[in-house]
């Protein structure tokens, strides 16, 4: 039935990844539709598996893992065994695409790099997420989220010495660099059907926060300064009486004044009137908002600041989020019945495709548990083969 198509329905992708890199790229892949095969280490499998240091079955499924893992089929495969080995070639032989996010080398050194599985499959797409690009001085580095924030800037964001220095807390590099390994592939695949040949991607933690930055790469060229939200001088974090609410005062004609009336204090906006006489005067613009928003609610500050048609939120616990009716509307909770946790609820897919929603076709996969399964599969295929 048409309405089951999904659009990578017939890709099969060869998965050594782990963590989370990797992982959030293969699983957005396999919500797409494609068949994904992770190959996992036998009996400690991706390093996420053993996040708690325990080899329970709790452990070794545990809620991390669950979240990056779905709509995937777990094999066990020691890949420097000669048996592995061969496997793992043979499996190439059906893939369209081989994943991995290990530090640069370590396919090569398995015999698993480009130019020896196109020899054997010359359409496969080989994609890589490392640390810090395959060449250069870092590639030998293990790659990392944290090292990533403080090797490319996200750190000392603000440059403001007011603000410390701090580990943005979400996995943002992982995340934006699984992303855009994503987007390799699928062009890869893309212009495999113009070509008839695949290719290599490449993503890095490393490239990935240098091009989120872009907007800021380009003025600290141009300006030799840093400017961001962070560093805005109507944007901030503000306390009220009963929690906090976050204001960016942009996109609009005067925001300044329109916060004044919001906030029902004098109009601060003749005395400074340009961006750069606020920026001069930020401590001074802050305290005076700060000292109005401590006297009311959050409520009561949106509701006034939502009139002016200003930018404005309240500040929440991911708890508080996940609560809210808007992120259900929005698809974004998925809850599954797994047979070790429970019942527990993932973050849904945030692509919402019209013809192809998104469906857990493999609830996040046990170690090992479809390895009789995909080995059959193989065998059948190089019985046809050797048929042919
Ligand atoms: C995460 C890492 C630092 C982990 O480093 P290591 O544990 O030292 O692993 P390496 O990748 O260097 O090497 C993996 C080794 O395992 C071997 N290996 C892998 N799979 C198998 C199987 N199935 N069987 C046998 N051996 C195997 C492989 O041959 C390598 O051995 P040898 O050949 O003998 O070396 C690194 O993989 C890395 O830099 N990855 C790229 C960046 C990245 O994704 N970082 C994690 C993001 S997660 C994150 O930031 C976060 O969650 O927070």
Redesign the pocket.
């Known amino acids: 039935m048409s309405e089951n198509i999904m659009p990578l329905d017939g890709i099969r992708i060869i998965d050594?990844t782990?963590?989370?890199?990797?992982p959030c790229a293969t699983q957005m892949l396999g919500d797409f539709g494609a068949d994904i095969i992770k190959?996992?280490?036998?009996g400690t499998g991706d390093?996420?598996r053993g996040f708690y240091g325990l080899q329970t079955e709790e452990a070794l499924n545990n809620a991390v893992f669950a979240s990056l893992n779905r709509n995937k089929r777990s094999i066990e495969?020691?890949?420097?065994s000669e048996a592995?080995h061969k496997q793992v070639l043979d499996l190439v032989k059906t893939a369209d695409v081989v994943v991995d996010?290990?530090?640069a080398g370590?396919m090569d050194?398995?015999g698993f790099g480009y130019d020896a599985l196109s020899k054997i499959n010359p359409k496969v797409i080989c994609a890589s997420?490392?640390?810090f690009g395959s060449t250069g001085p870092y590639a030998h580095?293990?790659?990392?989220?944290?090292l990533a924030q403080a090797m490319t800037g996200v750190m000392e964001k603000t440059q403001d010495p007011s603000i410390p220095k701090s580990i943005y807390p979400t996995?943002l590099?992982?995340y934006s660099a699984g992303m855009h390994l994503v987007q390799g592939i699928l062009a890869a695949l893309l212009m495999r059907d113009k070509t008839g040949h695949g290719q290599k991607v490449e993503v890095s933690?490393y490239d990935s926060m240098i091009a989120m930055q872009m907007q800021e790469a380009a003025q600290w060229s141009k300006h030799r300064e840093v400017l961001n939200w962070a560093a805005m001088p109507l944007t901030g974090v503000f306390d009220t009486s009963d929690g906090a609410i976050v204001i960016v005062g942009a996109f609009k004609a005067n925001p300044l004044q329109d916060i004044c009336t919001a906030l029902e204090i004098e109009d601060l906006s003749p005395d400074y009137p340009t961006l750069e006489t606020q920026r001069k005067h930020k401590p001074f613009l802050q305290a005076r908002f700060s000292e109005a928003i401590a006297g009311n609610t959050s409520s009561y500050w949106l509701e006034r600041l939502e009139a002016q048609d200003l930018l404005c939120a309240p500040v929440r616990s991911l708890g508080e989020a996940l609560a809210d009716p808007q992120t259900e509307i929005n698809g974004m909770l998925q809850s599954i019945d797994h047979p070790v946790l429970g019942d527990i609820t993932l973050a849904g897919s945030p692509v919402h495709l019209s013809k192809a929603p998104m469906i857990v076709r493999h609830l996040p996969p046990r170690l090992g548990q479809h390895t009789d399964e995909v080995l059959q599969e193989l065998a059948m295929f190089l019985n046809n083969e050797a048929a042919e």
């Open positions: 050594f782990q963590v989370m890199l990797g190959i996992e280490r036998p390093l996420s495969i020691d890949t420097k592995g996010n290990f530090r370590v050194r398995l997420g490392t640390g580095k293990g790659g990392q989220d944290v996995t590099c992982d933690l």
